[in-house]
């Protein structure tokens, strides 16, 4: 029987079009990512920013505790800035001193507590830390604009707007570690705390924290206020390289949540029937406001540059075909997507992430939905001929591959020795393949369907070949969760594992995206979020614009 309490949807786009690497690589923040969810929350809950420690320098070393209450408990960044050469400054994660380092302590830190905490943060992982460090982090300056906004503030003025919005923040984290990394708080411990319960909640509140510490840096050095319009154009930057990647292979659970409620939310507005005239006007005031950031928005990387470029040009094109006529006609929002499929995948995906905008009330509540405590289990009772079925049905994209053929085993991933981060290697080139790490799901469940027997059914098959035991959990997983599995060879010559850090990065509510290859790149958040005593306006801040 229908569920008549659950609003009407449209079909929700087939995993095998959205799951592929090149549209993940194209997404864009939406009003369900992390950190302007957690904003929402912040605003509904009245949440006060308080600065309670402040010993700096006049050159800005020292340290400083900001202290918030989410849903009755105390959180507090401990931030400490420290005098780094600038031969020192690098993004890599090899680093071993960085400008600034941070914990993001449970409760208010006693002066004993700041005490060890501005000792050992400096060191990052070479220290021990407690379960009462919620988030471990390190950000380095950006300096010529660092120093160009103290130079302006010392001189009387503000920093020019063009300087400012070509970098978009004054310092860059090249880290932020939760859940248990590095002898911290393990994620279980705020798991059911309001706010924080959500996917990288505690992460963003960090993020959130490190930007408003930034400004309050540069400020202090440079000895007068910016501009509110300033700050809120001066978000916080961070580099991001293959750490990342991973993750959305390793937890596919979290990863079909993720995609589900965003592809829900995008089945719901297709389905609305008609627009009111303040929804029009709310969707071409989006599609400005696109338009606008499109153009604030320059890259090196030839590639990235030669895409927004198309961008461009389509949400000209694209902008003049969405009439008053049809935006006030039948089902206007599934016309619009289908309207854009025209045009180039970013295109599209940036179409979808506008299209969630106008429409909070009817898929903010989704959000709910993207943390699971569940983990893939294997289905022993299930039978060969089923599971022959969800392969011939979702898997044919990894037996149709050539694993023979060198170009489609070019890359093996690995876990450094120094930094137990994630690696790529070249399989044809480099020593360590026997290293490598079970990334290859393609390969492992074309392995095991060829060892498909006679058995009576997966519990049988595992006693004959336990080797192929993560190939069965993967097949049987992607059965029940469609979006959980990425469906191309990540292993092959052609993956680009930045299309892997654009997608999650976009889920935690990134922007400007600036790749300086195909494994890292740097990125903006919080650019034009509301600032601390803002949060009424929490909820409009998609992708903003600086025009003057």
Not at 13 to 35: D, I, K, N, Q, W
Not at 330 to 345: G, K, N, V
Not at 357 to 371: Q, R, S, V
Not at 535 to 540: E, G, T, W, Y
């Amino acid at each position: 029987m229908l569920d008549e309490t659950m609003p009407p949807q449209k079909d929700l786009r087939p995993a095998s079009e959205v799951m592929r690497l090149r549209r993940m690589g194209a997404a864009f923040p939406t009003r369900l990512s992390f950190l302007r969810t957690l904003l929402r929350g912040m605003a509904e809950d009245k949440v006060y920013v308080c600065r309670t420690v402040w010993e700096m320098s006049p050159d800005g070393f020292g340290h400083a505790v900001y202290s918030v209450c989410i849903g009755g408990y105390d959180y507090s960044l401990v931030a400490v800035s420290t005098d780094l050469p600038d031969d020192m400054r690098t993004d890599r994660v090899i680093a071993t001193a960085w400008d600034t380092s941070y914990i993001l302590y449970d409760g208010i830190p006693s002066a004993e507590e700041i005490a060890r905490i501005v000792r050992d943060v400096p060191h990052q992982e070479a220290s021990r830390f407690t379960e009462r460090d919620l988030v471990l982090s390190r950000a380095n300056k950006s300096v010529r604009l660092f120093s160009h906004v103290v130079e302006s503030l010392r001189a009387g003025r503000q920093p020019d707007r063009d300087r400012v919005l070509a970098t978009g923040y004054l310092m860059r984290t090249t880290a932020v570690y939760g859940n248990g990394k590095f002898g911290i708080a393990d994620r279980d411990r705020i798991v059911d705390r309001p706010l924080l319960s959500g996917a990288f909640a505690a992460e963003m509140l960090t993020v959130l924290l490190i930007r408003g510490f930034t400004h309050d840096l540069v400020e202090h050095i440079g000895g007068h206020p910016l501009d509110r319009d300033v700050k809120r154009a001066l978000g916080i930057g961070n580099a991001t390289g293959l750490g990342m990647a991973p993750f959305l292979v390793s937890h596919p659970l979290l990863l079909d949540a993720w995609m589900q409620v965003r592809e829900t939310a995008l089945a719901r507005v297709r389905a609305i029937p008609a627009l009111c005239p303040n929804q029009v006007s709310r969707i071409y005031e989006l599609l400005a406001r696109a338009a606008a950031h499109l153009g604030e928005w320059y890259v090196a990387d030839e590639i990235a540059a030669g895409r927004i470029d198309v961008m461009r040009r389509d949400w000209l094109a694209l902008t003049d075909q969405l009439t008053p006529d049809l935006l006030l006609g039948e089902a206007p929002i599934d016309a619009i997507i289908r309207l854009s499929e025209a045009y180039a995948i970013d295109t599209q995906e940036l179409v979808v992430a506008l299209v969630l905008e106008p429409f909070g009330a009817l898929i903010d509540g989704l959000t709910d939905c993207m943390a699971t405590p569940f983990v893939p289990q294997i289905d022993p009772v299930m039978t060969l001929d089923e599971l022959k079925d969800h392969i011939a049905t979702d898997w044919q994209f990894a037996i149709n591959l050539d694993f023979n053929h060198p170009e489609c085993c070019a890359r093996f991933w690995y876990v450094s020795q120094e930094k137990q981060e994630p690696r790529l290697g070249d399989r044809h080139a480099e020593p360590g393949a026997e290293l490598e790490s079970p990334l290859d799901i393609a390969r492992q469940v074309q392995a095991m369907s060829r060892d498909l027997g006679q058995q009576e059914n997966v519990a049988a098959f595992l006693r004959a070949h336990p080797e192929h035991r993560n190939a069965v959990c993967r097949v049987q997983t992607l059965a029940r969760h469609p979006y959980a599995e990425i469906r191309d060879n990540l292993i092959g010559e052609e993956c680009l594992p930045i299309d892997m850090l654009r997608c999650k990065l976009a889920f935690f509510g990134a922007a400007k995206f600036d790749p300086k290859s195909h494994l890292w790149t740097r990125i903006t958040l919080a650019q034009g979020a509301p600032l601390w005593d803002e949060l009424d306006a929490a909820d409009d801040w998609w992708l903003p614009s600086f025009a003057a």
